[in-house]
């Protein structure tokens, strides 16, 4: 197991951001059943979690086709269409959820189904009213 830096925060549970990133081209020869079932083990990866009471919130994505990205250069708006970066893996969705710790964090991340297919990255959220 590789060893992180747990964040070190007085509270003793930490939210946590689960960015999840697949290649978008890989549901397009998806038959509906096959779209069916992926969605079927979302529904229960979700309920799941909202049951063990570590869910915070989440949501699917449309795919990058919708996407804006805007930037402000010498104080000029400057809005393309189209994600920030051409990858190989896109954003498709997210999850915050709540853990005791990064291990635990970690172990949830695990049982996505887009852990099996891309990445699932996990992030500690910063909570600015534990600040001094």
Do not use: W
């Not at 996407?67 to 970066?85: E, H, I, N, Q, Y």
């Amino acid at each position: 197991m590789i060893h992180r830096e747990e964040p070190c925060y007085s509270c003793r549970v930490i939210t946590y951001l689960l960015a999840l990133y697949d290649n978008e081209k890989n549901d397009e020869g998806k038959t509906e059943a096959e779209m069916a079932e992926l969605i079927g083990e979302y529904e229960a990866f979700s309920e799941s979690i909202k049951q063990s009471g570590h869910y915070l919130g989440g949501e699917a994505l449309h795919p990058t086709t919708t996407a804006s990205t805007v930037r402000v250069r010498a104080g000029k708006v400057l809005s393309t269409d189209g994600p920030f970066a051409e990858t190989r893996e896109q954003l498709g969705g997210f999850y915050l959820i709540k853990a005791k710790d990064l291990e635990e964090a970690l172990a949830i991340a695990a049982r996505l189904p887009a852990a099996k297919t891309g990445s699932v990255e996990v992030r500690p959220c910063i909570d600015f009213s534990q600040q001094g």
